[in-house]
């Protein structure tokens, strides 16, 4: 009897363990980073099944470069010194077996988590969404699109049917989570973490999730000790991705030193005459530049194409050639 009640017990706790939601978490900044850190710790407490997979060291604007190891071990140290020169190219946490290092760039790293990680280790379990960040600044958005590697980590994830959502942070500091990880309530971190906990419960708690080919792309202001407003609960905002307001790499040329250097640039109103998107709602970087404790969440796609009305135009221009 007593048997048949542990075998029940089992089945049924076995039972609540499969009916978990199963998140990928990845990033450019690393996988010993504060935010991404703080979002595992929520994501788990809030009773998904996290499997974390991030760069060992920062790969910030690599963008969707897939780049593999080449060697077996390190030739140089991972971010913060925390995995050293000389260690596997990929491992993972000692005492957590869902948290994995790949010396990779975003896009690889969400490829190795699901060729290799998940199938060899996981049992194959199926990803429900994949996240990427918090990113520590917030370089994210039209001019950033191609640019990120946050972004590039959720547009391989979304290219291969799995929705993926990307999320900044105002903050530029990149530190190590052993440092700033804490409980305290005005930690960027944790205020940040929380609000990635409220958006994935919307986004899984539903019967349907995103739409096919659509990710979300979300910038939140700044906040907790960061922020001169008091901004400790941001509210959310329909934004999109482009839209008047757009910031971009750019460079300078100094005729003195006849040298080139690197610098962003906003550029006013070049994009009012966009076609596909929906032109009354405010471009992300409008929030931004409000600074009014506001986080913007845009709906992007990965389809390349133009509208039916563009095409057309071309048609007209080189239809011809057809
Ligand atoms: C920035 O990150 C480094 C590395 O973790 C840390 O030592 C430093 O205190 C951080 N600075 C701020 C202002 O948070
Ligand atoms: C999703 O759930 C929210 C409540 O959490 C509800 O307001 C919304 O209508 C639901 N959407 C769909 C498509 O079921
Ligand atoms: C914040 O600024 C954006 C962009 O100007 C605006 O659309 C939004 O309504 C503002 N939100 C609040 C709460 O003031
Ligand atoms: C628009 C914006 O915030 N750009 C930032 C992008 O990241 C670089 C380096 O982290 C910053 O210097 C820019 O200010």
Known sequence: MRALFLVLCLAAQLAAVSAKKTILLSNDDSW??????????????ANYNVILVAPVSQRLGWAGKFDLPETKTLLTDGEF?????GAPSWGKEENDKNIWYFNGTPSSCVAFALDYVIPQHFGNVNVDLTIGGVNEGPNLSAGFYTASGTMS???TS???GIPGISFSGL???NSFFKDQLNNDADNPANIYAKKVVDLTNRVLGNKTTLPKNTGLNVNFPKVGLLSSKK????????????GSGIFMQDMTYDDKSDMVSWQVKYFDDIQTELT????NLPSEYSVYLADNCTTAVSA???DNDVSVTQNRQVQLLIGDLF
């Open 32 to 45: 010993a980073s504060t935010y991404i850190r703080a979002v595992y710790r929520l994501l788990k407490e």
């Open 300 to 302: 992007f796609t990965i």
């Open 153 to 155: 980590a959720i547009y």
């Open 276 to 279: 596909v998107g929906d032109i």
């Open 81 to 85: 010194g925390y995995v050293k020169k």
């Open 158 to 160: 979304i290219y291969r």
């Open 171 to 173: 903050d530029f500091n």
């Open 231 to 242: 901004c400790t609960n941001p509210k959310w905002l329909n934004t999109r991705v482009t």
